[in-house]
């Protein structure tokens, strides 16, 4: 087991698999992976974040009109992609994955549910309307249980799981990419996500040999 590492699964829901309504590229090819990676066990904490938007949320381009889905804006004066509405409260395609087993999970973590703030990082919210970025509280509670090192895992690979562990490095965990058990939207945003990852210093790791 590893003692003082918690794995973070990011948003491995229907709505970004193929056919969903936010697709990522090869989406659902992370899901056998991910069940297996549950089953054995080897973290003292694992956390599921799971995509959780009220109807009419602030980033889905139905909100804004004459914008189109994937157009960017500027939100509270800083970047926002506009999405297509995705992982609306309790509809289907907002549930964790059904093909995982997801009774090993200690924690789960909905993100994205103010109206008027996105929120990729299962660490702090996106900025809003007073500029700055709110807790999750998911930094806490992961010291309070002795947690140092984090593994992350799930979709989409270069917006929720990039932000996700580049918090993690900011908040003072060490951090590392399951890059196998990672989609992208697009894979033509593989090598600037790779890049990223590099020069923050964040690990790069295959989960076989990880977690060997």
């Known amino acids: 087991m590893h003692n003082h590492a918690a794995l973070i699964l990011v948003d491995v829901q229907p709505d970004f698999m193929p056919g969903g309504a936010l697709a990522c590229h090869e ?15 080897l973290f003292k ?27 960017p804006i500027q939100l509270y004066g800083h970047p926002q992609t ?49 500029g700055t970025r709110p807790s999750t509280g998911l930094a806490g509670w992961l010291r309070e249980r002795g947690v140092s090192e984090v593994y992350v895992a799930g979709l989409a690979r270069d917006v929720c799981v990039l932000w996700t562990v580049q918090d993690a490095l900011s908040l003072g965990f060490r951090a590392h990419v399951l890059w196998d058990l990672t989609r992208p939207v697009t894979p ?10 590099a020069s923050a210093g964040i690990g790069i790791v295959e989960s076989a040999s990880a977690l060997a």
């Not at 956390?47 to 381009?61: E, K, L, M, N």
């Open 27 to 41: 989406g659902d090819a992370i899901v056998p992976g991910i069940d297996r990676l549950l089953r054995r066990r």
């Open 45 to 71: 904490q694992t956390v599921a974040t799971q995509d959780w938007h009220p109807r009419g949320h602030i980033s889905f381009a139905s909100m804004h009109a004459g914008t189109n889905p994937f157009q």
């Open 82 to 130: 506009l999405w297509p509405d995705h992982c609306v409260q309790n509809t289907a395609g907002a549930a964790l994955h059904p093909d995982i087993d997801w009774s090993p999970v200690d924690l789960i973590l909905r993100k994205g549910n103010d109206p008027d703030v996105d929120s990729y990082s299962g660490f702090r919210e996106n900025h809003g309307p007073d």
């Open 188 to 197: 033509d945003s593989d090598a600037d996500t790779r890049a990223a990852l």
